[in-house]
């Protein structure tokens, strides 16, 4: 049995699932960022204001709950990541947390204040957010890798389409619409992945 700890959250892998990647991910996650924690929103009483704030803000549209998002040694997952987390599902939570470890590492690179700066998009926030396209694009791409790690096809036009979506689609925002550039973005996530 292995045991993981990341602040109210425990991991606890029985001995048939110490070789799946997820554990690796996992120990690097400890060793990199010591101060962790991983988090359901739900349980987290600043992620409720946060949620209720924005909720009003934006006349009931945005649901950060939906979400998952990082701060400076924090993860807070969404509802339905908390749900596949509390399920044990290794390869979700590989593909989640190598996703999210890109995040911490730009967050840790340019400081709180520049990551959220980004975040909101630059020159727009929306349709060209090009400062939100690329914090996502690495994220996006090692999560590929992560998905690939578990045997997943990513190379199929299902997983593609879904893949680049994310950038042209509503989930965040209609983030880049050129969809040629996005296209260049999973080619290029691909090749990394074959490369080794
Ligand atoms: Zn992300």
Redesign the pocket.
């Known amino acids: 049995m292995i045991t993981f700890q990341f602040g109210p959250t425990s991991f606890a892998w029985e001995d048939y699932d110490a070789n799946h990647p997820v554990v690796a991910t996992l120990r690097q996650l400890k060793t990199n960022f010591p101060e962790l924690q991983i988090i359901p929103k739900s349980e987290s009483l600043f992620r409720r204001i946060v949620y209720w704030t924005l909720l009003i803000l934006t006349f009931g549209l945005f649901k950060d709950t939906k979400f998952t998002t990082c701060a400076k040694n924090r993860i807070y997952l969404s509802d339905s990541d908390a749900r596949l987390f509390k399920a044990y599902l290794p390869s979700i939570i590989h593909m989640v947390l190598r996703?999210?470890e890109v995040?911490l590492g730009q967050i840790a690179y340019y400081g709180r204040v520049e990551f959220y700066l980004r975040y909101l998009g630059f020159p727009l926030p929306v349709f060209f957010a090009w400062t939100r396209a690329m914090?996502?694009k690495p994220?996006?791409q090692a999560e590929m890798k992560a998905a690939w790690e578990c045997r997943r096809d990513v190379t199929s036009d299902n997983y593609k389409e879904q893949w680049i979506s994310k950038f042209y689609g509503k989930t965040y925002a209609y983030m880049w619409r050129h969809t040629k550039t996005v296209e260049k973005w999973y080619e290029e996530g691909l090749r990394a992945i074959t490369s080794g």
């Open positions: 996703h999210e995040h914090i996502e994220a996006y």
